[in-house]
């Protein structure tokens, strides 16, 4: 039987994190204490070792907060102080899209920091909000900045936003430089390559993906490859495992083979920094490791049970990251289910078939739940995506790090060595994107604790029972063959649309997707969300195959951006657009998707009437481009203002969709539709606070309905707003809360489905 003394060591170390981050203090305090009394009283040496390493961990986590909360950083945060601090960077920039423009973020120690007429020497964590001047800073380089401090709760002591360049005053450490150097050799051997490739070997070899395809990157999460995009265990265990292979090659036997392992371990987290992310995959690594070598799954256990006690004394954070989950899981699930699963197959396969099968496999199952709980999908590809493209990895990997130390030499040479690591990705991509289409990759489940509870008691079953299922060639063969038909069918949501519906809201994440019911299986679609993929999904299930007419409100990408996706397998009439042709991307996007359908857009009409379908499509605003209000940049754009404003009518219902009219705008509308009352109102601008109340409560809308996305950044919808509409006896329906939301009529009277 299997000694469970030491992963017990990492569970009870796991368990006293956990405690030590969601709950209070004197909490997990007690809860700890308790655990411990418990274990001692019953006299098993593992649990009192458990129980033991939750307290430990517990412990450091709860003085590492206190010394983030506690020291003069945090007190001037909480009072917003201006000040002048020393700053050792820890991480390489990266930008970030704000609501004024591109913001750099970076960490950084601060070392010394005066404010409010005292000094100290200190070293707390905080994160920097710098322009584009700071694009450029070099991890390890120890700056001068002044700017003022704010609160901040991810596990640093402050916010530091900080203007114009930052004073060095020391540059980075020999070894930093190195680091930096091979980075961008790495990149320099691939840049003649497709832009895929050109991505993704940095992202493979050091999980530099700052450059990565969104697009792209959803399709890597979909086929469940996104672990190739991140530094992982699988980077480190390559690339050592090379260099072992090598140095045995050159001679190098016994003791010495540690060091070169020791020395190729220290190297990658020093190329892909020393974050707590990259020391978390080159434990996860260096298990890999251990558990490939002799008696490898017992010394594997072991070993992973030391490395999650070992990362939880130094980084008592990660015990709530997905990422340390994610590591420790599929770790786990390699080490515990994939060697009895692999036996199993042995019986009808051969043993490196049931080995590719089984690794993956196992892998999936133990992170199913996470991933879930992350995404709220279920791949039912992400077994065969990752068996296609492991072939790739390896050379991918490593001669993607060749490569780049060629390079470093004479960069021509480092792209002939590099090359076929571009062609490798190359067949990853293909996958990724091929597995993504097929029309039903992944499932949607939900992140509600119910369906977490079935995933994870679903995953505990296959766990139970695939031993024995899969020694039986016909049980194995026939879930295959039923997993296959069910990948390449697209099967229907039962019950959804329901007869009867007028009007869906598309749950596209932050923007506007609205689909008007005009006939069978037609729609006339109002602007398209952001991302593709999610209004085409909302079409297929409404069964939209037609598409008489798409309406573009305005050029902002939140409407426009996933046109693709509208356009796609479709039958399209006529698109229609504002006549204000801001901002350019937006319309250079529109031009390019539309002409990839043969089609030409058609500037909107004022005060047209039409018939389309069974609706009745009114253009009530803008009067003329030159009509509209001209605001500010931001929250009264002109853009916004000269959102085309219909009325619509279907089946005797009424509504008024609004695109992002601001209140300049909407004070106009309110002449323009003096008098007029409808039952829906889309209500303007994702709920912004920046309403012409007069209008919106006006109209006396039944239902209103705010297409927003979750957690976004600019505070929508507006609770005073939400509490205006309800107060005047209005239903308020948001996609963030409800997902997908229809209007139905059903014997004459509005009701309302949601589809969350």
């Given at each position: 039987m299997r000694d469970l003394r030491t992963p017990m060591l990492g569970a009870g170390a796991w368990l006293g994190g956990i405690a030590a981050a969601v709950l209070p203090a004197w909490a997990s305090i007690a809860l700890v204490a308790t655990v411990l009394l418990g274990a001692v009283v019953s006299k098993q040496a593992a649990a009192v070792g458990a129980a033991v390493a939750a307290a430990a961990v517990a412990g450091v986590a709860l003085l590492h907060a206190g010394g983030i909360t506690g020291g003069p950083v945090h007190d001037l945060a909480s009072e917003r102080a201006v000040v002048t601090a020393e700053v050792t960077i820890t991480s390489d920039p990266r930008v970030s899209r704000g609501r004024f423009g591109d913001v750099v973020v970076v960490r950084g120690d601060v070392r010394r920091v005066a404010g409010r007429g005292a000094a100290y020497d200190v070293r707390s964590p905080v994160v920097l909000l710098a322009d584009e001047e700071w694009r450029d800073v070099a991890l390890g380089e120890r700056v001068r900045v002044s700017g003022r401090l704010g609160p901040a709760d991810d596990g640093v002591a402050a916010l530091l936003s900080v203007r114009g360049r930052p004073e060095v005053v020391e540059g980075p450490d020999p070894w930093w430089r190195a680091a930096a150097a091979v980075r961008h050799s790495i990149r320099e051997s691939v840049a003649p390559r497709a832009e895929h490739p050109r991505e993704l070997v940095p992202a493979l070899v050091v999980g530099d993906d700052s450059g990565l395809d969104p697009?792209?990157?959803?399709?890597?999460?979909?086929?469940?490859?996104?672990?190739?995009?991140?530094?992982?265990?699988?980077?480190?265990?390559?690339?050592?495992?090379?260099?072992?292979?090598?140095?045995?090659?050159?001679?190098?036997?016994?003791?010495?083979?540690?060091?070169?392992?020791?020395?190729?371990?220290?190297?990658?987290?020093?190329?892909?920094?020393?974050?707590?992310?990259?020391?978390?995959?080159?434990?996860?690594?260096?298990?890999?490791?251990?558990?490939?070598?002799?008696?490898?799954?017992?010394?594997?256990?072991?070993?992973?049970?030391?490395?999650?006690?070992?990362?939880?004394?130094?980084?008592?954070?990660?015990?709530?990251?997905?990422?340390?989950?994610?590591?420790?899981?599929?770790?786990?699930?390699?080490?515990?289910?994939?060697?009895?699963?692999?036996?199993?197959?042995?019986?009808?396969?051969?043993?490196?078939?049931?080995?590719?099968?089984?690794?993956?496999?196992?892998?999936?199952?133990?992170?199913?739940?996470?991933?879930?709980?992350?995404?709220?999908?279920?791949?039912?590809?992400?077994?065969?995506?990752?068996?296609?493209?492991?072939?790739?990895?390896?050379?991918?990997?490593?001669?993607?790090?060749?490569?780049?130390?060629?390079?470093?030499?004479?960069?021509?040479?480092?792209?002939?060595?590099?090359?076929?690591a571009a062609w490798s990705v190359g067949w990853i991509v293909v996958v990724a994107q091929r597995g993504a289409a097929l029309p039903t990759a992944s499932i949607s489940w939900g992140t509600g604790p119910l369906a977490l509870v079935a995933v994870t008691v679903a995953c505990v079953a296959m766990v139970a029972v695939a031993p024995r299922v899969l020694r039986h060639r016909s049980a194995g063969i026939g879930c295959s063959v039923l997993l296959v038909v069910?990948?390449?069918?697209?099967?229907?949501?039962?019950?959804?649309?329901?007869?009867?519906?007028?009007?869906?809201?598309?749950?596209?994440?932050?923007?506007?997707?609205?689909?008007?019911?005009?006939?069978?299986?037609?729609?006339?679609?109002?602007?398209?969300?952001?991302?593709?993929?999610?209004?085409?999904?909302?079409?297929?299930?409404?069964?939209?195959?037609?598409?008489?007419?798409?309406?573009?409100?305005?050029?902002?990408?939140?409407?426009v951006g996933g046109l693709a996706g509208v356009l796609e397998d479709r039958e399209v009439g006529e698109v229609v657009v504002t006549g204000l042709p801001d901002p350019a991307s937006g319309v250079d996007l529109v031009q390019r998707e539309t002409a990839v359908a043969g089609l030409r857009p058609v500037v909107a009409t004022y005060g047209l009437t039409r018939r389309v379908g069974e609706a009745t499509v009114q253009t009530v605003w803008p009067a003329s481009v030159a009509g509209t209000v001209p605001g500010e940049e931001g929250e009264g754009s002109a853009a916004n203002d000269a959102s085309v404003v219909l009325l619509v009518e279907v089946e005797g219902v009424r509504v008024l969709l609004t695109g992002d009219v601001e209140p300049p705008a909407q004070a106009a509308l309110e002449r323009v539709l003096a008098g007029v009352e409808v039952d829906v109102l889309k209500v303007p601008h994702h709920g912004s606070r920046h309403q012409d109340l007069d209008l919106l409560l006006g109209l006396r809308a039944r239902l209103a309905l705010v297409s927003v996305g979750a957690d976004n950044d600019y505070g929508h919808p507006s609770a005073d707003l939400l509490a205006a509409l309800t107060a005047t006896g209005a239903q308020v329906r948001r996609t963030d809360l409800d997902g997908d939301v229809l209007v139905t009529l059903d014997d004459g009277a509005l009701g309302v489905r949601a589809r969350d």
């Open positions: 697009a792209l990157a959803d399709d890597f999460r979909t086929t469940g490859l996104t672990h190739l995009l991140a530094v992982s265990g699988t980077n480190l265990t390559l690339l050592v495992g090379f260099m072992l292979v090598v140095a045995r090659w050159l001679g190098v036997r016994g003791h010495w083979t540690y060091a070169v392992a020791a020395v190729g371990i220290v190297g990658f987290v020093l190329i892909a920094r020393t974050e707590p992310s990259v020391v978390r995959a080159a434990a996860m690594g260096t298990v890999a490791l251990v558990g490939m070598g002799t008696n490898g799954r017992e010394r594997g256990s072991r070993c992973l049970g030391v490395a999650v006690l070992g990362l939880l004394l130094v980084v008592p954070d990660l015990a709530v990251s997905a990422g340390f989950a994610l590591s420790v899981l599929a770790t786990g699930g390699i080490l515990f289910l994939a060697p009895a699963w692999r036996d199993a197959l042995m019986a009808w396969l051969p043993r490196w078939a049931a080995e590719a099968v089984s690794v993956p496999l196992a892998a999936q199952v133990a992170c199913t739940p996470v991933v879930t709980a992350l995404s709220g999908e279920i791949s039912l590809v992400a077994v065969v995506a990752n068996l296609l493209a492991a072939p790739a990895i390896a050379p991918a990997t490593v001669l993607g790090l060749a490569g780049g130390l060629v390079g470093l030499v004479w960069t021509p040479l480092g792209q002939v060595v590099a090359a076929p069910t990948v390449l069918t697209r099967p229907p949501s039962p019950g959804w649309p329901p007869e009867g519906w007028v009007l869906a809201m598309c749950d596209v994440g932050q923007g506007d997707g609205l689909v008007v019911r005009a006939g069978p299986g037609a729609g006339i679609v109002v602007d398209a969300g952001p991302d593709p993929v999610l209004i085409d999904e909302c079409l297929r299930r409404l069964e939209i195959t037609t598409v008489p007419l798409v309406v573009l409100t305005h050029f902002h990408d939140d409407h």
